[in-house]
Structures are given as structure tokens and as C-alpha cells.
């Protein structure tokens, strides 16, 4: 029986109206910013606007692919996120008279720390196994927000991803078998009475290559390719050297010969849009491969591994093909200009951006109007999110 294959056909991507240089961080922590630039492989982070959030970015990344290639067909829409609006109500569902999403589609939110993304990737192949005809919208959405003066502060950052999964892609086919993991582990975690995530670093290190490892081993226990086929390896990424750290680890943990040179060359081309996004948690893998896809040679026909992990813990690893022509649909200019667009951040205004307080009380709070975007979050009545376009 021959099997249909499945994958990203669209990849667009959108962060916020705002960035931190991470020397304007280091300078107020007296700090060498080297410890940020090198350290962590941080260089800027994205800080969203007053009224941005994470249905804005949403938006932003999923009306590219609408435009491009219509609503028919898309019966589900996924939207992971770990930054939720509403304890109730999917995110996505507001996008509906945001961006003209179908109504006849499932619409459904996904949540597990930084794996979410992953998951809806996965379920969203699997429908499309059982019909072809259908396509998919996954969107990973994020803004990774820490308490200040904190460890994780420096790891922050806002993205969001919106993937166009269907039958015979044109960007990336999924290929099998996947290998899992998971763990109970409290590494990182938010509290409903929190807006800022909590985190253990050296236990969420740890857990992570850890994860890694694991769920490569159960890759290899199921079928898949060796280490030596990929052409290139795309982790999540919490800051980029993580991504460095963990495939240092897998290449030991597996008694491969490890050095500099070989590492970069499997991770370099993942982390140069994340250098200066920060963490986007379920959007961080899919941007590592957006850059990827924009800026290595040709990839025509290689193996490109995808290692996913949400703490907590859960972890995949899968392979997938890059297709013939994938080029023609990849969205560069774009993806740079969203980056190169936003408007750098004194720290006094950042610091007063990051200790807003969403109102609470259910009367009309007008949102300061910042965002350039297209669209904004105008105001919070009645307990009720207004959006609009400008």
C-alpha cells in the first residue's frame, strides 16, 4: 500500500513590535555582555507591546499562509501556546473574524511547556493520513515572560509559527518513525496565580538532554536512521546554546567523536533567528527550522532531524525530508523583515513594559496604541478581549 505523504506545505512566522538588546540588559546588571551574547548565545529578545499578545502574533504569522493559499479544505485548526488568554476559550478562536478562518473546521488549543507545537504537528498529520483532502493550520504561539533580575530573564522572548500541514508538501515531508519520551519532572512550570514561569535551570538542563536522549534511543528502537544521515539538527531552543549543549550530549551519549566544527555544522544555520528572538517555547523548534531553511545551502532531498521539548517533561525526536523546489515556498524576506522591524527598547521603558498588570476588574481599559502591526489588542471590557485592524 503506498502511503500518502504528509507534511508543512506553508511556514510563516511573526514576532512583536519590540526588542531588547541584551547589552542594554548587560549594562544595567553590570555585567560583560559577552556573558549574554556568548554565554547563553542571546544577542536580543522580543518584548511585546502593550497591546500585543499572543492572538495578535497569531494572526500575524497565519494570514501570510490564508493569503497565499485560501481557507478551502483547512477542517482543523490547532493552536499551541503555554500563554494562554483564557483558561476556557482556545486562542484560536478568536482568529476566526480576526483572519477568516472557516467555520466548519475543529478548533482546538494545545498546551505541554514547549512541546505543544510538536503535538499539534503530529495530530495534524495524523487527520490528514486519514484524509488526504483535508489540510491543517498549526500554530505555535508564545511570549516567555520571567520575573526581572531573574536567571530566566535573559532567555525571554515572543514568536509565533503558522504551519499549513497537508498532503504531498512542498517545504518538508514528515517521514517514521517518531521516538517519545516522558517524565514527570518539575524543571519548569506557571502556577495560574503566576505570569511568570518558575524554573529550575540545572534540573531543566539536565532533564532536557536527558529527554533527548531518551526519546532518540526509543527513534532508534523503533526503526529510524542513524545520527550520521541528518543534515542538519533542529532542537528547541530555551536559549541557542542549548541547542549546542544537547547535541554535544546525544553525540557523546552515543560514543560519537565530538568537536566545535562538527557541531556547528549541524546546528549554526538553526540558531540565527532565535539569537535574536529569544524563546518563543512552542514556536522556538520551528523557527530554528525556518532559519535553517533560509539560510543553509541547498537541502534538497536531505534528512533533517527535529528534536522537541517541553519540560515538565516530554520530548520527540523525528526525521523529515526537505522537498524539491522547497525554496520557492520559503518566505525569507519576510521572516527578516519581522525581525529587523521592531523597535529597540530603552531599559526604563522595557522594565515598564514587563510589570504591567493586566486589568482584572471587568470595566472598559483601553490598550496604549504601540504595535505598528496590522492588528492590536484595543482594549479588555467585561472581561471581554477587543481586537481591531488599522
Not at 47 to 62: F, M, P, Q, R, Y
Not at 307 to 314: L, P, Q
Not at 316 to 343: C, D, K
Amino acid at each position: 500500500m503506498t502511503t500518502t505523504p504528509v507534511g508543512i506545505h506553508d511556514l510563516s512566522f511573526a514576532t512583536t513590535h519590540y526588542a531588547l538588546d541584551h547589552a542594554v540588559l548587560a549594562e544595567r546588571l553590570s555585567v560583560d555582555r559577552d556573558k549574554f551574547y556568548l554565554g547563553i548565545g542571546q544577542e536580543k529578545m522580543s518584548v511585546a507591546a502593550a497591546d500585543e499578545d499572543i492572538v495578535t502574533i497569531a494572526a500575524a504569522a497565519a494570514a501570510p499562509i490564508l493569503e497565499r493559499h485560501g481557507t478551502d479544505n483547512i477542517r482543523t485548526v490547532l493552536l499551541a501556546t503555554e500563554t494562554g488568554v483564557d483558561q476556557s476559550k482556545a486562542a484560536a478562536l478568536y482568529l476566526h473574524s480576526l483572519i477568516g478562518l472557516p467555520n466548519a473546521a475543529r478548533v482546538v488549543e494545545l498546551k505541554q511547556a514547549c512541546y505543544g507545537g510538536t503535538a499539534g504537528l503530529q495530530f495534524a498529520a495524523g487527520l490528514i493520513a486519514r484524509d488526504p483532502a483535508q489540510r491543517v493550520l498549526v500554530i505555535a504561539a508564545d511570549i516567555a515572560k520571567y520575573e526581572l533580575d531573574s536567571p530566566g530573564e535573559p532567555t525571554q522572548g515572543a514568536a509565533a509559527v503558522a504551519m499549513l500541514i497537508s498532503a504531498d508538501p512542498a517545504i518538508l515531508r514528515l517521514d517514521t518513525p517518531s521516538g517519545l519520551y516522558s517524565a514527570d519532572i518539575m524543571d519548569f512550570w506557571r502556577p495560574n496565580y503566576r505570569t511568570a514561569a518558575i524554573v529550575d535551570g540545572k534540573t531543566s538542563v539536565n532533564a532536557y538532554q536527558k529527554a533527548a536522549q531518551e526519546a532518540w534511543s526509543d527513534y532508534r528502537r523503533q526503526g529510524g536512521r542513524e545520527l550520521s544521515e541528518f543534515a542538519a539538527f533542529c532542537y528547541h531552543q530555551p536559549f541557542t546554546k542549548m541547542a549546542y549543549k544537547a547535541h554535544r550530549h546525544l553525540l557523546e551519549s552515543q560514543g560519537h567523536s565530538v568537536d566545535a566544527a562538527r557541531i556547528a555544522a549541524a546546528i549554526d544555520d538553526t540558531t540565527i533567528y532565535n539569537r535574536t528572538v529569544g524563546n518563543s517555547y512552542t514556536a522556538s523548534l520551528y523557527l530554528g527550522l525556518a532559519s535553517l531553511l533560509d539560510h543553509a545551502g541547498d537541502l534538497t532531498g536531505e534528512a533533517l532531524a527535529m528534536i522537541s521539548y517541553g519540560s515538565g517533561s516530554v520530548a520527540e525526536f523525528f526525521g523529515a525530508t526537505v522537498q524539491p523546489g522547497y525554496r520557492e515556498h520559503l518566505r525569507t524576506e519576510a521572516n527578516r523583515a519581522a525581525i529587523e522591524s521592531r523597535e529597540l527598547l530603552d531599559y526604563d521603558r522595557y522594565r515598564e513594559l514587563h510589570e504591567a498588570v493586566s486589568p482584572t476588574d471587568g470595566a472598559y481599559h483601553a490598550m496604549p496604541e504601540q504595535t505598528r502591526r496590522p492588528l492590536r489588542l484595543a482594549a479588555v471590557s467585561g472581561h471581554k478581549r477587543i481586537y481591531e485592524f488599522r
